[in-house]
């Protein structure tokens, strides 16, 4: 009796580490669609190895950065973040956007357009530059899974002019999207990135001589008196299981009339004074302000700290973006806009809050409609 129990229990364990090799080669399987991207290119590693921000294999933040504050742990984080539909994440109906002629703006004007979360178009110039750009349904590699709010997606890569500089600020999905940047292939003149995010680009077809990878404190010239620095973030990065193989940054548009600042995603730290210092006053920083969660506010700010780091960069106006697109946090999801708004009556920093695709002339920023207010229509 017992040589046949222990005869069933063999069958069982050889059947499950059948399973577990079938399940392990499945996912292994599905990791080499291109959505994933690319590790960077021994060209890049040569680079990539000399930064003195790469240690021990990996990208490091200038602040020690753990992805959960402590008192959280990453099982608890997951378990909510699946489990707790106490608060509704989601709108109930639709998300008012205006849709206007984005190819024959006018080319005295400095503007920006807003497509929700972090994707932006600017004008500034004449060079036009877009911003983390996601105009897919989806921002995640699983279909599905992280899907857009309705009526935040009438805009697509068609709608777009030429673009001069596309600025990625890191390799997550919900900002460099493959499905758009793939599309964009032929409409972008110029690719600027972190170190080592050349290697997506150059597996999904950019040719090298397109591909500007920088690390940060770099700066590229782009006009006369027209520079884009690769500016300190503090972030992750990964579209895989192997994280941290690319780096993160902000950046500063600095051209003869005007400084523009993009946060990108990263938790508050010294950076921010540090760039208010060198390079303020700013004009316009168009910050992170949403999909955060006190469990991993070292690498997404809480709306605080989102106003707290403009103040350190002297900012003279905040366009809050990251918010408004996708759930990916657990809070509602007009509460980053509704915080910013409320919590800003200590800080006084004027507010550029526009609809989704309204033009903002920069000539005349006042845009402040608080349109998150109103129920989305149904």
């Known amino acids: 009796m017992k040589k046949r129990i222990l005869k069933i229990i063999k069958r069982i ?16 399987l599905y990791m080499q669609k291109a959505t994933f991207g690319s590790l960077p290119s021994e060209e890049s590693m040569a680079r990539i190895e000399k930064s003195s921000h790469y240690k021990n294999g990996e990208f490091q933040n200038n602040t020690y950065t753990p992805t959960f504050a402590p008192g959280y742990t990453f099982w608890g984080v997951i378990r909510k973040q699946l489990f707790d539909k106490k608060v509704p994440t989601e709108p109930t109906g639709k998300i008012p956007s205006v849709k206007r002629d984005l190819k024959h703006l006018p080319a005295n004007q400095n503007l920006l357009v807003w497509f929700g979360h972090s994707s932006t178009l600017l004008q500034i110039d004449g060079k036009k ?5 996601v105009f897919s349904d989806n921002a995640s590699p699983i279909p599905n899974s992280v899907t857009v709010f309705a009526g935040t997606n009438s805009y697509h ?3 777009l002019p030429e673009i001069d500089y ?50 940060w404190n770099d700066s590229i010239t782009v006009g006369k008196d027209f520079t884009i620095h690769t500016l300190p973030a503090r972030h992750k990065s ?48 168009i910050m992170e302000n949403g999909q955060y969660n006190k469990a991993w506010h070292y690498i997404h700010m809480l709306p605080e700290e ?13 366009v809050p973006v990251h918010n408004s697109k996708f759930a990916l946090a657990k809070h509602r999801w007009n ?40 129920n989305p229509e149904k």
């Not at 596309?166 to 972008?188: P, Q």
């Not at 600027?192 to 290697?199: A, D």
């Not at 597996?203 to 397109?210: C, D």
């Not at 006084?348 to 309204?358: A, D, F, R, S, V």
Request: aromatic fraction near 10%.
């Open 157 to 159: 890569v068609q709608d």
């Open 13 to 28: 364990l050889i059947v499950l580490v059948i399973l577990i090799l079938i399940l392990g080669f499945s996912i292994w």
């Open 306 to 318: 989102t106003l707290q780091a403009a103040k350190d960069l002297n900012a003279k106006s905040m």
């Open 238 to 285: 990964g579209r895989g299981f192997t994280q941290n193989q690319s780096l993160w940054a902000s950046y500063l548009i600095s051209s003869p009339k005007m400084k523009v600042f993009y946060s990108g995603d990263g938790g508050y730290d010294t950076h921010f004074a540090e760039i208010g210092k060198k390079f303020g006053p700013i004009d316009v920083a």
């Open 129 to 133: 530059i877009l911003i983390d750009p």
């Open 335 to 374: 509460e980053p806009l509704n915080e910013i708004t409320r919590l800003n009556e200590k800080y006084h920093i004027p507010l550029i809050t526009p609809i989704m695709g309204e033009i903002v002339n920069f000539d005349s920023p006042n845009v402040s409609k608080q349109w998150w207010k109103t």
């Open 166 to 215: 596309l600025l990625i600020s890191h390799d997550h999905y919900d900002h460099l999207d493959y499905e758009t940047v793939l599309a964009l292939k032929d409409k972008v003149k110029t690719v600027i990135c972190g170190l080592g995010v050349g290697g997506h680009f150059e597996r999904w077809g950019y040719p090298k001589n397109k591909i500007i990878e920088e690390d």
